[in-house]
């Protein structure tokens, strides 16, 4: 009856585990949004974007420490669920429903993560065409201000006559 018991907790445990799975990736979910709006303005904040990339790597630190959390405690109680599938029906069905869900915000994070990419690829193709520019325009202005600092001639002044 103890073991029975033990199980049982550790089946609760799964589906809480399930839970805060879907909370985080629905975090993640909103962060990557976030990242979209920055994305799409017209001057990147490099600073919250960096922020959002730090707080995403926290919240899937949590979540991998959870997938293998679920998976140790799904390898102890798998032949238990197994044997005794009418014993835990509702769990049963709450992990499924949840597994659902997480599937499907995984897919969703995944799809705007894509697009975020093209458009980080966007904003980094246009910051290299800005600096190639700053550094063609910088290169032009020296050598402009050069050759005019070399062609000025002391002996060869227009508001100077040597004759008088």
């Known amino acids: ?85 009418m014993v835990y029906q509702s769990q049963i069905q709450a992990m499924q429903k949840l597994i659902g869900e997480v599937s499907e915000l995984g897919i969703q994070i995944e799809a705007l993560e894509h697009q975020n990419s093209g458009h980080f690829k966007v904003y980094l193709a246009n910051q290299r065409k800005n600096i190639r520019e700053f550094h063609l325009n910088n290169k032009s202005t020296s050598s402009y201000v050069q050759n005019m600092a070399n062609a000025y001639n002391p002996d060869q002044s227009v508001f100077f006559n040597q004759t008088k």
Not at 6 to 17: C, I, L, Q, T
Not at 46 to 51: N, Y
Not at 55 to 84: C, M, P, S, W
Request: glycine content about 4%.
């Open 1 to 85: 009856m103890g073991n029975e018991n033990e199980n049982s907790v550790y089946v609760h445990m799964m589906v809480d585990s399930l839970k805060r799975k879907k909370q985080i990736l629905m975090t993640l979910l909103s962060l990557t949004r976030e990242q979209e709006q920055l994305l799409k303005d017209d001057e990147l904040d490099a600073d919250r974007f960096s922020a959002i990339i730090e707080e995403k790597g926290g919240q899937i630190d949590a979540l991998n420490k959870i997938d293998e959390g679920f998976d140790t405690l799904f390898q102890y109680v798998k032949r238990e669920i197994h044997a005794n599938r």
